[in-house]
């Protein structure tokens, strides 16, 4: 009767880990979730802006604008 229950008990646990490989693997399986944010999306720019354009003119270009005026 030993020689019976000592074959039985390695069919058994590999039954087992056999029965029980599917459940590890959805275990393993990563899951993805996206879900709208609940309070709305803000973007805080503080910016400040400061340009300086400047314009070179030949002094005939500037004469004749003095002259007849730019229009």
Not at 23 to 47: D, F, H, R, S
Request: charge should be positive.
């Amino acid at each position: 009767m030993m020689n019976g229950l000592r074959s039985f008990r390695p069919r058994a646990v590999r039954m087992l880990m056999i029965m029980m490989l599917p459940l590890a693997m959805y275990g393993c399986t990563p899951t993805v979730q996206m879900a709208a944010p609940k309070e709305p999306i803000t973007v805080n720019l503080n910016v400040k802006i400061q340009h300086e354009i400047y314009v070179k003119v030949d002094k005939e270009v500037d004469e004749l604008f003095s002259e007849q005026g730019l229009f």
